[in-house]
């Protein structure tokens, strides 16, 4: 199975982490196709039937972003919002995204610890993607567990960094055999 990585980073050349990633994950073009958003779209104006075609050539699809506000950059917001329509993603026959595997990987800027309960930001990673599990059930895809890096602003050294493009391409193999929510 192939997977899908819908990549969505406002400057791309500037991250060391998420250009990282992007380059191992290139280097394997039989398994992995990387749609990158910033990319294709630098209007904005999104071919929603383009890319609806595209998630539904793949089983498994990635959301590769930087935590951003503590949600996703604007135009991945924006994609989603036009590309899971009424009638082809949910509603009584959106059915395309249904039993699709849905991950997320992104950098975290932020240290791990400061996203506990009694941390700085308060909230846990799992409570800041809440919108995106429930985005997944909604349209009946199988929400993933994440893979994500923290400290990418200024705390990753290259070797943590290469490391952690090891580790992302080992998450996106072993989530063709994963299911049900994290």
């Not at 990319?39 to 951003?68: C, G, M, N, T």
């Not at 893979?147 to 200024?154: E, H």
């Amino acid at each position: 199975m192939t997977t899908l990585v819908i990549l969505a980073h406002p400057d791309i050349e500037a991250s060391r982490v998420n250009r990282r990633w992007r380059q191992e994950l290139l280097l394997h073009p039989e398994d992995v196709t990387v749609h990158e958003l910033y990319k294709e779209y630098p209007d904005w104006s999104i071919d929603v039937l383009r890319e609806q075609r595209l998630l539904e050539a793949h089983d498994l699809i990635i959301f590769q972003f930087p935590l951003y506000w503590y949600s996703y950059p604007p135009l991945l917001k924006k994609w989603l919002d036009d590309v899971f329509t009424h009638g082809w993603a949910y509603g009584s026959s959106g059915n395309k995204l249904k039993g699709k595997k849905l991950g997320i990987a992104m950098t975290i800027g932020d240290k791990k610890e400061n996203y506990q309960p009694a941390g700085s930001v308060s909230f846990t990673i799992d409570e800041v993607i809440a919108p995106f599990k429930a985005s997944a059930i909604h349209v009946g895809a199988i929400a993933l567990p994440y893979f994500a890096v923290f400290g990418a602003s200024f705390q990753a050294s290259d070797d943590k960094i290469n490391q952690s493009a090891v580790d992302y391409l080992e998450y996106v193999h072993s989530s063709n055999s994963l299911g049900g929510p994290q």
